[in-house]
């Protein structure tokens, strides 16, 4: 194996699906968190400016925005968002080009995206359960990072650049055939949805 990445003439309609579906949450994410950067930047000069998804006591990107998660590492969040989105979608557009990166490559890949995934799903708990207040941006950003993360996963399993062992790598497969992915994450989103239903009911829609 080398360490610069090979180009394949053909990838097959799995993959296609799969680096499409990538690349469609990753823009996704990309413009949640252009709009929460200009947000932030609106904010750091009018604390007090008013924001289009300021919609209730519930539904307020301001009081998520001027909260102390929202900017942890001392930077408002959603930049972390504009620098590792676009990698994602290079990845994604390379690879429906046929481009076929190294193990390492990916196995770091897989590293980086879970910190984020893990990130995304600690602030979004931070929000319901603390703030208590919700962002619709900050939502997409919590659900593409799940179909972004979902992706990125199922392709490292299949090729095995997680470095697995024989055994498990041929049960997840098992797995990847028979579809299981796909359900544990539709089932997730769906958990998520009814979850905010049932906790928020008609302030959603208010």
Do not use: K
Not at 156 to 161: A, F, K, R, S, V
Request: proline fraction near 4%.
């Amino acid at each position: 194996m080398t360490d610069t990445a090979a180009v394949a003439p053909r990838i097959g309609r799995g993959e296609r699906w799969l680096f499409a579906t990538m690349l469609a949450s990753a823009c996704l994410s990309l413009i949640a968190s252009f709009v929460l950067s200009v947000d932030a930047v609106a904010l750091a000069a009018d604390p007090a400016a008013p924001l289009s998804c300021n919609i209730n006591a519930t539904i307020s990107c301001g009081t998520v925005a001027t909260s102390w998660q929202a900017s942890v590492f001392g930077f408002p969040n959603a930049f972390l968002g504009l620098i590792a989105e676009p990698v994602v979608i290079t990845i994604a557009v390379a690879s429906l080009a046929g481009v076929r990166f190294p193990r390492g490559f990916m196995l770091a890949a897989q590293i980086v995206y879970t910190l984020g995934f893990a990130f995304a799903y600690w602030l979004f708990y931070e929000a319901v359960f603390n703030i208590g207040a919700l962002c619709p941006w900050c939502l997409l950003v919590t659900v593409s990072t799940t179909g972004v993360f979902a992706s990125l996963t199922r392709y490292n399993i299949d090729h095995n650049n997680l470095h697995l062992s024989p055994r498990l790598h041929a049960r997840l497969q098992t797995g990847l055939r028979w579809g299981l992915d796909r359900l544990v994450v539709g089932l997730w989103l769906l958990a998520l949805a009814t979850f905010l239903v049932i906790r928020y009911g008609r302030a959603l829609i208010a």
